[in-house]
């Protein structure tokens, strides 16, 4: 196989087979250094600016090294975008005879034992319910992979597919009838049997770190994983490896008992009525916290008056329907999995409600249908470090957002990583002519009573002067719908006829769908559109942020991690809260110039960025753009644009 700089030369194969290809240094030596991790079974840290061509950078050589290679992504569409179009490009290109394979969580599989008890039943809310259960049982017969992604009939936010799937809990594995055509059993026979498997951040920790059943060996048998979008691990890993315990698992125990026993234990009443008394105990709980979502510490759980009585309301009863499925167990393997689950659930109640360790901090978290009780573990990095252990490997960790002012000290205490061998590559973009950081002047402190109509006055000028194609991105749900609905307003009153979007109105898919096609739209977003987002050319010219956003302090693990902090006598604010803030800021910024020819404005409202000694950092880590205060430089900026298209 050819060398990396052949691979990556202006006349190499890549080159050829790529239409529009550019060579880039970052990109080539970037390679290297991750070779040569791999080759020495070392750790890599690699920031690389929009535009590097990152992908490459670790796919040539995690293709030509030889071993077996786990790549794994912040988001399920990344997924499906380098399994489908990016991997198999680069393993054509480079003619190397290497077998892939993409896995997904179960949730993403048909489950065909639970589809066919969920027809079988027939209790569907709708008859589009009915219809898309119909729809799903044809595909299941003629997909190879079972995957859901690739059942185009049927929304993916459809509620028939929480029957149509397994989980962790109601999988009845060796013993389900329909072991042999089980698409989650060939999806992972698939990942044993290939070169290199394509996973995302949240099935890596719960299933092949934490190593499911049946997964247990993907890891040891690999020879290097590589984290791509890998600023987001430290909270993926915070996630699992904590504790936690939901209603909608009490729910959906509830609904494949009744089920299981209406086909083998018709005769049990008992069944069928605790069924119903545990399904009103467990809403019973979620409503105890009120009716709107929200984060709960567990001293606010202790405040509210029925929430103590409710939550040992829905104990007992779980305990007696225990004793009722124990009694119908023998009947089937379903009746005998859901006596399983009834016992593991009440374990992990009392564990909850009795934990005393001082390193987890115990919270809850209320949803619309659910509320989860969690508890979280304070500081991940021992865990990660060890469970890094064993078996030498090479574990690259890549994103064009790791480092706070081109350091990675923050990213490698969240993780225990030491300090490893780290690159960092800027963007070969022209920032300084493609792009301008408009902070602008005279705006009220961000708790201000009308910030947010301060932030529409402002960023509505340029708004004007770009024509459309804005992003605004809102620290909080909150701001999000007061700037879609002042937005509207202003809109209406000076006459500018410009679409105008929310998030919320549609899947993101779609949304950006759009957004991208009607070329002048302003979408207003939170969190989930600060990354992960690609929008080139004039379609995405203004990207407006609200705040420099700062995880809200009240939250109940960002609260427990910094009074630890300070009982280490350490600066929580700057060695944690910063930093977070600083990396979210430049994913929010990363949504503006995505290639060579993309031109734009970044305005960042928050004057704490021009007020503040820490606003210094935040803006020396984003991109070297243009930076002014002024509006008129920010106008003559689109009108010069606006004169070339002329």
């Known amino acids: 196989m050819a060398s990396l700089s052949e691979i990556f030369s202006p006349d190499g194969p890549l080159a050829r087979a790529i239409s529009g290809y550019r060579v880039r240094p970052q990109q080539l030596e970037m390679a290297e250094r991750i070779a040569d991790a791999i080759k020495q079974c070392t750790a890599f840290i690699a920031e690389a600016g929009t535009g590097t061509g990152k992908t490459f950078a670790y796919l040539v050589p995690a293709l030509k090294s030889g071993g077996k290679v786990i ?75 079972g995957d859901k992604a690739e059942c185009l009939e049927v929304n993916e936010t459809s509620p028939v597919w929480q029957q149509a799937t397994s989980t962790r809990d109601n999988c009845l594995g060796q013993d389900c009838p329909n072991n042999k055509e089980c698409f989650v059993l060939q999806a992972r026979k698939e990942a044993m049997a290939a070169d290199l498997v394509v996973v995302n951040h949240h099935l890596f920790f719960a299933d092949v770190m934490l190593r ?42 509830a609904r494949d008992a009744r089920t299981e026993g209406l086909a083998s234990a018709r005769d049990c009443l008992d069944l069928q009525s605790g069924v119903r008394t545990l399904d009103k105990v467990t809403r019973d709980l979620r409503l105890a916290v009120g009716i709107d979502s929200g984060r709960f510490a567990y001293g606010q759980l202790q405040e509210i008056d029925e929430f103590d009585p409710a939550l040992q309301a829905m104990e007992e009863e779980l305990a007696r329907f225990a004793k009722i499925l124990e009694s119908q167990a023998q009947r089937s393997e379903g009746l005998e999995k859901c006596w399983q ?11 909850w409600r009795t934990m005393t360790d001082d390193g987890y901090v115990r919270w809850a978290e209320a949803f619309t249908q659910s509320l989860q009780l969690n508890a979280t573990p304070l500081d991940v990095a021992d865990i990660f470090r060890k469970q890094m252990g064993g078996h030498p490997r090479a574990w690259i960790f890549t994103s064009a957002t790791l480092a706070v002012q081109g350091r990675f000290h923050h990213f490698c205490a969240e993780l225990g ?40 006055d402002a960023a509505f000028p340029a708004l004007e002067a770009a024509g459309g194609g804005a992003f605004f991105l809102c620290t909080s749900l909150r701001a999000m719908r007061r700037t879609h609905e002042l937005l509207k307003e202003r809109m209406e ?38 990354e992960g987002v690609d929008v080139r050319g004039e379609a995405l010219s203004l990207v407006v942020i ?50 060579e020819n993309d031109r734009g404005v970044l305005m960042i409202c928050d004057p704490r960025l021009l007020s503040k000694p820490y606003g210094r950092r935040v803006w020396q880590s984003l991109p070297p753009m243009k930076r002014t205060k002024e509006l008129k430089v920010v106008l003559d900026f689109f009108h010069q644009r606006n004169a070339g298209h002329a």
Request: charged share 25%; hydrophobic share 40%; net charge negative.
């Open 341 to 351: 689950r009834a016992n593991e659930l009440l374990l992990k109640i009392g564990q």
């Open 546 to 595: 609200d705040k420099i956003p700062f995880a809200p302090p009240d939250d109940p693990v960002l609260s427990a991690r910094i009074e630890q902090m300070k009982q280490q006598g350490r600066n929580a604010f700057i060695e944690y809260q910063l930093p977070r803030a600083v990396i979210n800021v430049k994913q929010g910024a990363g949504r503006l110039i995505r290639d």
């Open 71 to 145: 790549v794994s992504t912040g988001t399920k569409t990344l997924q499906d975008q380098l399994f489908n179009k990016d991997l198999p490009m680069v393993r054509d290109v480079l003619k190397a005879p290497v077998k892939i394979a993409l896995l997904k969580g179960r949730a993403n599989y048909v489950c065909h034992y639970h589809l066919e008890r969920a027809i079988a039943d027939g209790r569907f809310t709708s008859r589009e319910d009915a219809a898309d259960a119909r729809r799903i049982s044809v595909f299941a017969k003629v997909s190879q992979t």
């Open 417 to 456: 990583l030491g300090n490893p061998d780290a690159g960092c590559w800027q963007s070969p973009f022209d920032y300084e002519k493609q792009a301008i950081l408009y902070a602008p002047l005279g705006m009220p402190e961000p708790n201000a009573y009308h910030y947010t109509e301060a932030v529409v």
């Open 493 to 530: 009153a000076a006459g500018l006829d410009l679409p105008l979007l929310i998030q919320g109105e549609g899947s993101k898919t779609e949304l950006l769908e759009r957004f991208r096609r009607l070329g002048n739209a302003v979408l207003v977003g939170s969190q989930s559109f600060w």
């Open 212 to 253: 499911d059943e049946g997964m247990a060996e993907l890891l040891p048998a690999c020879n290097t994983v590589i984290f791509d979008e890998a600023h987001q691990l430290p909270e993926v890993a915070t996630l699992f490896f904590g504790e936690s315990v939901s209603t909608s698992q009490l729910i959906d125990l």
